[in-house]
């Protein structure tokens, strides 16, 4: 049973064109939301954590937004350097003593930004 | 300061072969976690440490993986008789301590492939 679903697998967009990316989820208690992003052949760079539905963060062009089931990713005017893989995870109940080491990620959505 | 750093980048082995996989976390991060990631996928948790001891290795495939940490600071992941279905991404990862919405640094990975 999948626990984070991240959709879509793939986006491909222009300079310029804003989009959102979506991350839902299905663990209880969530113990905060974390995105990253990945570039190839590269480990994944952190970029926000989501602590309780309603909070957003940003960074440059990047906005985080958490509800009770999902998450979204927007992001504004897009350059191609934003291109890469985004992931989320969430913190997978089943770790011992309830706290957040063990994360469970989505699949990740590869986001092509053509110039 | 420095981040999570793994060596090697990249390590090519055959068949029934032993490797071993080293990671240096962020100085002063008490947690240390091993990922591995498939083409594709996101990162599939292994282990992870607080400190020298392994407080959850749930995730490791097989009794031909084993890590250690001996000093609580580097940790090495060692694969046993390599197989063809080890080929993946090796990720490192710490974090200050495994508590609730406690971020997850990760490394530049280790390539493996098994020929």
């Known amino acids: 049973e999948d626990q984070v679903t991240q959709s879509p697998e793939a986006l491909r967009l222009q300079e310029g064109e804003s989009s959102s990316l979506n991350c839902s989820y299905t663990?209880?208690?969530?113990?905060?939301l974390f995105w990253y992003r990945q570039d190839p052949g590269k480990g994944p760079e952190f970029l926000f954590t989501?602590?309780?539905a309603g909070e957003e963060k940003e960074k440059e062009r990047l906005k985080a937004t958490l509800t009770k089931k999902e998450s979204f990713l927007h992001i504004t005017a897009p350059k191609p350097e934003d291109s890469a893989t985004y992931l989320c995870?969430?913190?997978?109940?089943?770790?011992?003593?309830?706290?957040?080491?063990?994360?469970?990620f989505g699949k990740g959505t590869l986001l092509t930004v053509n110039p | 300061g420095a981040g999570v750093s793994q060596t090697p980048s990249n390590k090519v082995t055959e068949k029934g072969k032993y490797v071993e996989l080293r990671c240096d976390p962020i100085s002063g991060h008490t947690a240390l976690y091993w990922y591995r990631q498939s083409l594709g996928q996101g990162p599939e948790f292994l282990i992870y440490f607080q400190g020298t001891g392994a407080a959850d290795d749930s995730g490791l495939p097989n009794d031909r993986f084993f890590a250690v940490r001996p000093e609580g600071s580097v940790s090495t992941l060692k694969i046993q008789r390599t197989e063809r279905g080890d080929s993946a991404m090796y990720l490192c990862?710490?974090?200050?301590?495994?508590?609730?919405?406690?971020?997850?640094?990760f490394g530049p990975g280790t390539r493996l492939t098994v020929l």
């Open positions: 995870a969430v913190p997978n109940p089943e770790a011992r003593g309830g706290s957040n080491y063990k994360l469970t």
């Open positions: 990862a710490s974090s200050l301590r495994a508590i609730s919405y406690n971020e997850q640094f």
């Open positions: 663990v209880s208690g969530l113990r905060g």
């Open positions: 989501l602590y309780s």
